[in-house]
Nanobody, 122 residues
Framework: VRLQACGGGLVQPGGSLRLSCAASGSTFRDMGWFRQAPEKGREFVAAVRRDGGHTYYAESVKGRFTISRDNAKNTVYLEMNNLKPEDTAVYYC??????????????????WGQGTKVTVSS
């Protein structure tokens, strides 16, 4: 399975972007978004289970970001609203089949997309 992320770009503070991640082949039980800012480690942003009804967010994005998935299209989305300069990072989608307790752990995901850059700046 390969993951292809897209949708990044330059946006002003307070603006919105929607990232997409398309999977070729089958889907995973869990799909997540992570991000990595310059000179920082990769951090969890959001994740969704296969049924789409169970979602998980980092505190820093809760209320502003929404993760969703369309299993018929093998695609997961990250809707980002009220973006802040500190949201600037390369965003990666990832997939796995695993236990719930590790859903926020990057090392628990074994398939990664190539990353899409998001820059929030005026």
């Amino acid at each position: 399975v390969r993951l292809q992320a897209c949708g990044g770009g330059l946006v002003q503070p307070g603006g919105s972007l929607r990232l997409s991640c398309a999977a070729s082949g089958s889907t995973f039980r869990d799909m997540g978004w992570f991000r990595q800012a310059p000179e920082k480690g990769r951090e969890f942003v959001a994740a969704v289970r296969r049924d789409g009804g169970h979602t998980y967010y980092a505190e820093s994005v809760k209320g502003r970001f929404t993760i969703s998935r369309d299993n018929a299209k093998n695609t997961v989305y990250l809707e980002m609203n009220n973006l802040k300069p500190e949201d600037t990072a390369v965003y990666y989608c990832a997939g796995r089949d695993g236990i719930l307790s590790t859903i926020r752990t990057a090392s628990a995901y074994y398939t990664w997309g190539q990353g899409t850059k998001v820059t929030v700046s005026s």
